[in-house]
């Protein structure tokens, strides 16, 4: 929308949070809260965003600018209100049109779809400002919304609420939409007359009354969407619901999840049919798993991509990998970054694969290291087997091709290539290529002294 323009007010402390970290930056599901807020805003494909930061500021802009190179930052300095954190951001509205939309960078379960509400409910109105509220049970914390004759009179904090105020269960969320025209000369008329002595930005609804500028309201359904978060048990209730909320989604389509209440899986987590979960899994980020999977107890995956009929063991780590079908992985393995799995393939317990490419229908089964290296298929690598890969200044490449034996207890000192159909003894350290169909051996004789066992008994009876 080319005359919307979205202001996410982001400068306090949030000092219940006890954090070196912005408030803001604190994760839930996976994801800091404030982006969650970004993300949610570029649904209404604003002309223009403008995030008001104040408390770490320079931490804050190093963290969002790189992934949001239109956001646009004001600094509000010292934090003096929400009143006065909006006023920040005239420098960048000034000259322009439309439709404000104001949002917490603490309120992160607000929906698209509420948004395009509050959007189209201002404009359908003619407001010059609608407010998004809540009816609670226990309201307590929040500003007050006070009607008269039906309609929004004014809204006031609850430290500066009356008794009578107190007992109203219609709360400001803290979302609005402002026609942009007349909100800065009205903002520099608010005065800080109040218990906290700061400019609130409740105060605008008030004077826009006395100008006899309409005020409208929007009522969400659901007030978890306008929940802030000021405290780590906050987080963590807030982690759960959007947690909770994504385990429901998967569920209802196909996918078995033994345990919810243990399963923690990420938002944009792609998870296919018949597909079962067991308890103690955290998948995270931008992972894609297919369909008649099995993920079994405590396996945490992340960035990954798992093809369909994987078989995923106990305790496994899977970060930035590719997983072909019908791969069996574990259990206590682990999978690095660009690792790629081939069809059929096995890896088994207390295996590790960092920058690996294991071809179709290769087995690791047994507590080995694979390094740098790229795998053919149908290749054998027998247990205790390592690439070593790195020298002490540079990595190096192991290259192991199709039909391959590797004995188990073998040393791959890279660079080095084992050739198609090639065996290699086990207990070699081998530091030279071995030709395609030959069999490297590199490890000392053996020599079996006869009598030995004897002879040393004896002396050590005459000692």
Sequence with gaps: MTDLHVVVLAAGQGTRMKSTLPKILHPIAGRAMVERVLRTSAALDPATTTLIVGHQAAVVRDRLAPSHPHLQFAIQEPQRGTAHALQQAEPVLAGRTGTVVLLSGDVPLLSADTLRRLVDAHRTAGAAATVVTAVLDRPYGYGRVVRKNGH????????????????????????????????????????????????YLTDLVGIYRRRKLPVETLVVDNPQEIRGINSRSELAEMSTLVMQKKNEELMAAGVTIVDPATTYIDPDVEIGADTVIHPGVVIEGQTRIGGACEIQAYVRIRDSEIADRVTINNFCLIVGARVADGVSIGPFAHLRPDTAVGEGAKIGNFVELKKTTLGPGSKVNHLSYLGDATVGAKVNVGAGTITCNYDGTKKSATVIEDGAFIGSDTQLIAPVRVGKGAYVAAGSSITEDVPAGSLGIARGRQSNVEGWVERKKGTTAKT
């Design 152 to 199: 929004i009179a004014r809204i006031v904090e609850e430290r500066d609420a009356s008794p009578t105020e107190r007992k109203l269960h219609e709360i400001n969320s803290g979302i609005y939409a402002f026609d942009l025209e007349p909100l800065f000369d009205a903002l520099r008329s608010i005065a800080s007359h109040n218990a906290q002595g700061e400019y």
